[in-house]
């Protein structure tokens, strides 16, 4: 088990099924674990079962006043993650989608923004941030131009706070469709949230790894198997 008992993580999205598989696997391996979200009921829903030393912090963290309030109480971490969710967004192909509900998609990459515009003030020199973008982000797919652009700009995002930011180390993980019936996958296993969380918590304790983008996607639309009988 990682070893994370002198480490604070603050996880944003704490209340989500991504964020929740986050918070567990840090509190499991011994890290002070703060959990970010909107709704205050979620969240203590959430932090059941996390230990006496997790914490839960109402805010938004895609208003940067709110970040940096959010920031302030958490005091200097070590590590954050950015796992929102899409809020329940309607929004999905270009063309489909008015203004309002593109700025609305994209609530993640304005968090992302505020955790890497605020970090050096908040995040321990040689921790981490990771955020987490999707697979349309480097492979578009009709009718998902929305998040096309929403993941593609979190990994460039990311890029060039890694440089920007250092010692801090920034790096990405990119699911495919978590609870979907995947198109044309590799690998037989159906990505979960905690395979997303796995691989957050590989990058947070690899003090080597930044400006890194690892793909948890079963290599979704590449491969020529699509979920029925492989052939013997």
Not at 190 to 197: I, K, L, M, S
């Amino acid at each position: 088990m990682t070893n994370l008992t002198t480490q604070k993580v603050l996880i944003l999205g704490g209340s989500g099924a991504m964020g929740s598989a986050v918070a567990r696997l840090v509190a499991a391996a011994g890290g002070d674990t703060i959990i970010v979200g909107r709704d205050e009921a979620k969240l203590a829903g959430a932090a059941v079962g996390l230990g006496s030393r997790a914490r839960a912090l109402v805010g938004d963290f895609a208003i940067e006043a709110e970040a940096a309030r959010i920031y302030a109480l958490a005091g200097r971490v070590d590590h954050v993650v950015v796992a929102l969710s899409t809020g329940g967004s309607r929004a999905s192909s270009i063309p489909g989608t008015d203004l309002a509900g593109f700025k609305s998609a994209h609530a993640r990459l304005w968090a992302s923004y505020n955790a890497l515009h605020l970090a050096q003030r908040f995040v321990a020199p040689g921790g981490s941030i990771v955020l987490v973008s999707g697979s349309s982000g480097r492979r578009p797919t009709h009718g998902f131009g929305v998040w096309t652009t929403l993941h593609g700009g979190i990994e460039a995002l990311a890029r060039a706070a890694a440089v920007e930011l250092a010692p801090i180390r920034v790096n990405v993980v990119s699911p495919g469709g978590i609870g979907m019936r995947p198109d044309r996958q590799l690998a037989a296993h159906a990505g979960t949230p905690e395979d997303v969380a796995t691989a957050i918590l590989a990058l947070i304790t690899n003090p080597a790894v930044t400006n890194a983008v690892l793909d948890v996607d079963g290599g979704e639309r590449l491969g020529r198997w699509s979920g029925g009988a492989r052939a013997a």
